[in-house]
């Protein structure tokens, strides 16, 4: 029975991204780089003379270069002016098209004057977030910071890499809703797509589609599914 390592470099680990390997993937998979930092990598590299060692980290879209994500699709999608509005229906200004934006993102859409004044008037400076996206009316759902957490979510699609590990029963048990994000305590139940998860705090960008990666108290990738 093949697990995933412990990563020693957390900043470079990759475990998110793999957990929907099975035993039949694990079991010829080596990783080779798992007990190293990136700076030892580095090292390697300069004494095998490859040109890459001193090679800055990628911090656009992995397949196509240091470009932002609008840049980019602003290139093969057209804009396509929308409205803003909170939870509650309100109109809060206009966005470029909701395939520009994200769950979870801040702000990038403008706020009607009138709306702005109001805040100011009342000594306020709220933090919009992207709650949902309604992409048959092209309008963004926008929340302020609290309002914007989330700490429930079901997951589907579920790929456990022992077939005998019921998360429902890891008392101990850490989910990661993005790569690089933060471990977070969470209790599962099974529901009848996969899991409900239930997460010791709110946290923001739960968004459908996205993966939610588990992993047991000693930081081993255990497994994974998708947010429904």
Known sequence: MSRLVIPRDKHKDQTYFLWKLTQKELAH???????????????????????????????GICFVGNVEVKDFLSRRLKKKAGVVRNKNGKKLGNHDGVWFYTIGQRGGWEILPEVQRELVQKGETPIFYVISKDAADNELIVAEDTEALSDFFEVSEVNLFNIKNDIEKIRNLYVRIRHGGELIGARAKKSENGYFVELIKGVRGVASGQSAVFYSEDGVCIGGGVIV
Do not use: M, T, W, Y
């Open 29 to 59: 998979v080596l990783f080779p780089l798992g007990d190293l930092l990136k700076s030892e990598v580095r090292e390697i590299a300069k004494k095998a003379n490859l040109s890459v060692a001193d090679k800055k980290d990628s911090q």
